[in-house]
């Protein structure tokens, strides 16, 4: 792990934007769908409901939350000079997503560049560090980060356990110099364990299973997950890479008001607090009413957190997560 204690960026997050698909499913509707017994799937997942789309778009939903963060961050679109959409759900492969949602916003032609980034899961935490790296630089005043996720139309209903896990989501930020105040991003950490690259994977719409090829079957166009491997990996990498992170940052767990995780999965939340040495009250966990919904898992966690009044300017918060790969990652803010 490359972990230093460089001084820490004087970058905000400015404004978030929420958007939620209006159609609510109940884990008992997944029930009957997938021919599992009452209750099971909110049993096996820990969720209750999530949001899938009926028939909005990526680039609509990635829109409205960004209209709804540029207003929380009084940020003019016209000082917007980068859109980074950071999603595993991309809209299609070529061009990227963020083009798309930069046309969907209107955003003045030529007046910002676009690119994607998928570091799967933890897709915005990249591309937050990204965006906090390049303002800190004077390279942009305003980075607008939106990351919209899909997971509703490639879930497997073979696989109940983790196709009930899923919701669908976009958040935006606006990420700004800090204005007056303490806010500032510091000391990102990302690891990858590659050993473990096939316990959550989507193998189609590439060159190995390329959709023109008779051998693709339509399977491969569906996500699948090792759950229970994909935890027992966790409970071996994440101590340690926690012990690490503490160590060359010079903090420890008890610095933190507040936690916020990715949602990955009921065991993978009850992890921070069974296994990991976080204690309940820090931890923010929207799990039961949104699902998994990716890469906007932690800024949707984040966004209602800071709606919900748990979150407040000034407050130190450590963003933490895994993602497909396996990779782990940590980030230090004071919000």
Known sequence: MNVERPPPRGVALAGFGVYLPERRVPSEELDSLFGTPPGWVERATGVRERRWVRDETTEQMAACAARRALVAADVDPDDVGLVIAASASPRQLIPCTAVFVQRELGLREGGSACFDVDATCLSWLVALDLAALLVDAGRHRAILVVTCETASCSLNPREPESAGLFGDAAVATVVTRSRGAASAIGCPSFETHSSGANLAEFVGAGTRHHPNDSATRAEMNMFHMQ?????????????????????????????????????????????????????????????????????????????????????????????????????????????
Request: proline fraction near 5%; hydrophobic fraction near 45%.
């Open 227 to 335: 759950g229970k491997a994909l935890v027992k990996m966790a409970r071996r990498i994440v101590p340690p890479f926690l012990d690490r992170y503490f160590t060359a940052t010079g903090s420890s767990r008890c610095d933190y008001g507040v936690v916020v995780p990715h949602q990955a999965s009921r065991l993978g939340v009850g992890a921070l607090t069974e296994r990991f040495g976080f204690t309940p009250a820090q931890v923010v966990s929207n799990l039961a009413t949104r699902g998994n919904c990716i890469a906007a898992s932690i800024p949707l966690a984040f966004a209602e957190a800071v709606e919900a009044g748990r979150i407040a300017r000034g407050d130190r918060v450590l963003l933490l997560g895994s993602g497909a790969g396996v990779t782990l990652g940590a980030m230090d803010l004071v919000y």
